[in-house]
């Protein structure tokens, strides 16, 4: 069931992003994220009234639990900024590299309080397979330069930010209740959202105000956020942090390809060919383990 649910992050994702591009369009990058929070705090708060659920934690708790939030924020500037210097595909390959590689740390020494599932011998192959996919992704053609090679390094840190801030809600998540912890997670975001959309040069924070887009659907990322992280919390704690953050990617992907098509009738063919093979990678270590189980349940 966990895995299902690790494939439906991916494809909220996809639906976030989806809506994200097009709010975007009309209030800017920065603006864009501050509406998103804002309607995600609302919509999340209104959820926890009328289902009568507590909105913050009765216990005190390490300060650190609250920043899954103020974390997160960082995996959309470091995009946006890579967004323009380095392809599409080069991005979502190089904050999968990051994922994969913070994933492996966490999986390892158990870093905030999550379970350890150290890395296995028989994963190697299906590991293997997932790297290929991202190198198939990358596409770095343009040259290299300053602007260029700090463009992937955030790309790549992109990846380590969305570990750590799901790692972070799913111990808070633990004490709230997954939909409290979204909404503990916008909250903590939307006022540092609101201080980039502030301070950051060549914003125009006055579109904030206006007249709300009769395109009412491009509203509904923040919806879509506050299912997201509710997902993510319920799946974080019960799988690896490896194995979520691949079959988040491969959802992500899939779902991508589809709305793409739908939407614009067209696909980038190279990013379905590296979500394929990191799908027969996961599917490959499914299989390892699902026979290994098999062969111990024999013995016994």
Same mark, same amino acid.
């Given at each position: 069931m966990?895995n299902?649910?690790?494939?439906?992050?991916?494809?909220?994702?996809a639906?976030? @992003?989806?809506?994200?591009?097009q709010?975007?369009? #009309?209030?800017?990058?920065?603006?864009?994220?501050?509406?998103?929070h804002?309607?995600? #705090?609302?919509?999340?708060?209104?959820i926890?009234?009328?289902?009568?659920?507590?909105?913050?934690?009765?216990?005190?708790?390490?300060?650190?639990?609250?920043?899954?939030?103020a974390?997160?924020?960082?995996?959309?500037f470091f995009?946006? $900024?890579?967004f323009?210097?380095?392809?599409?595909?080069?991005?979502?390959?190089?904050? =999968?590299?990051?994922?994969?590689?913070?994933? /492996?740390?966490?999986?390892?020494?158990?870093?905030?309080?999550?379970?350890?599932?150290?890395?296995?011998?028989?994963?190697?192959l299906? $590991?293997?397979?997932?790297?290929?996919?991202?190198f198939?992704?990358?596409?770095?053609?343009s040259?290299?330069n300053?602007? #260029? #090679?700090l463009?992937?390094v955030?790309?790549?840190?992109?990846?380590?930010?969305t570990?750590?801030?799901?790692?972070?809600?799913?111990r808070?998540?633990?004490?709230?209740?997954s939909m409290?912890?979204?909404?503990?997670?916008?909250?903590?975001?939307?006022?540092l959202?609101l201080l980039?959309?502030l301070?950051?040069?060549?914003?125009?924070?006055? /579109? @904030?105000?206006?007249?709300?887009?009769?395109q009412?659907?491009?509203?509904?990322?923040?919806?879509?956020?506050?299912f997201?992280?509710?997902? /993510?919390?319920?799946?974080v704690m019960?799988?690896?942090?490896?194995?979520?953050?691949?079959?988040?990617?491969v959802?992500?992907?899939f779902?991508?390809?589809?709305?793409?098509?739908?939407?614009?009738?067209t696909?980038s063919?190279?990013?379905?060919?590296g979500? =394929?093979? @990191?799908?027969?990678?996961v599917?490959?270590?499914?299989l390892?383990?699902? =026979?290994q189980?098999?062969?111990?349940?024999?013995?016994?």
């Open positions: 966990y299902l649910f690790a494939l439906l992050s991916g494809f909220i994702i639906i976030v @992003v989806t809506f994200n591009g709010l975007t369009a #009309v209030y800017g990058n920065y603006n864009a994220t501050f509406i998103l804002l309607i995600a #705090v609302i919509f999340s708060f209104l926890l009234k009328l289902s009568k659920k507590k909105l913050l934690p009765s216990e005190k708790l390490p300060l650190w639990f609250y920043l899954g939030g974390v997160g924020l960082f995996n959309a995009q946006n $900024f890579a323009g210097k380095i392809s599409l595909t080069s991005i979502l390959a190089l904050a =999968l590299f990051g994922q994969m590689v913070a994933s /492996l740390f966490i999986d390892r020494f158990g870093s905030f309080g999550m379970e350890r599932h150290p890395f296995k011998k028989s994963s190697t299906g $590991f293997i397979f997932s790297l290929l996919g991202v198939v992704m990358l596409d770095l053609s040259g290299f300053a602007v #260029v #090679v463009a992937i955030l790309a790549f840190a992109s990846g380590i930010t570990v750590i801030s799901r790692s972070i809600n799913g808070l998540a633990k004490h709230t209740g409290s912890g979204s909404f503990i997670n916008h909250l903590v975001g939307l006022p959202a980039v959309a301070l950051m040069p060549g914003n125009d924070i006055s /579109l @904030v105000l206006q007249q709300p887009s009769p009412w659907w491009i509203y509904l990322g923040g919806i879509a956020g506050v997201l992280v509710f997902v /993510l919390n319920v799946t019960k799988l690896s942090s490896l194995r979520l953050s691949l079959l988040s990617f959802g992500q992907v779902l991508s390809v589809l709305l793409d098509l739908l939407l614009e009738s696909f063919r190279i990013t379905l060919y979500g =394929l093979i @990191v799908a027969a990678g599917g490959l270590n499914m390892i383990e699902y =026979l189980e098999s062969r111990q349940k024999e013995r016994k």
